[in-house]
């Protein structure tokens, strides 16, 4: 994924990057999946709480900090985010108190990147070319370097 979106992904979702140190070595075009697959797991967590945590600006993220310790504990450590055998692996410990809906959520994200072109988000299939990958028909004729 390209820098620009990674740094979108982390300020979307502060909570699950906090030190924005995980690289996502995924295609460009899973993005939006993997946008919403974090924000739902965010949700989970704010389910956990019992409240709905919506920060407009940095100053209320730092009031929240002291609130929000409680919900880091609760929340799976995000190990990687990679493209493997043309399907994208979402890898995170398990310590969550609701890890079986995440690992839900986790599924229903791989499904859909299954079915996703990498490059450019819109509806593919999986190929063989230099390696398995999920492409559209637009992408599987560009000649990009994997």
């Known amino acids: 994924m390209n820098d620009e979106l990674t740094e979108q992904l982390y300020k979307n979702n502060p909570i699950l990057f906090e030190n924005n140190e995980l ?29 709905l945590i919506v920060c407009t600006d940095e100053k209320q993220m730092m009031q929240l900090q002291t609130k929000l310790f409680d919900a880091r504990n609760r929340l799976p450590r995000l190990v990687q985010i990679k493209e493997k055998f043309g399907g994208l692996r979402f890898y995170y410990s398990r310590n969550a108190e609701n890890a079986e809906r995440i690992d839900a959520l986790v599924s229903f994200a791989e499904n859909l990147c299954d079915r996703t072109c990498s490059h450019c988000g819109k509806p593919g299939k999986r190929l063989k070319k230099e390696f398995e990958t999920i492409l559209c028909v637009g992408c599987q004729n560009m000649d990009f370097k994997f």
């Open 23 to 51: 690289s996502i070595d995924v295609g460009d075009g899973w993005f939006t999946i993997i946008d919403t697959l974090c924000s739902c797991i965010c949700s989970e967590v704010d389910k956990l709480n019992g409240e």
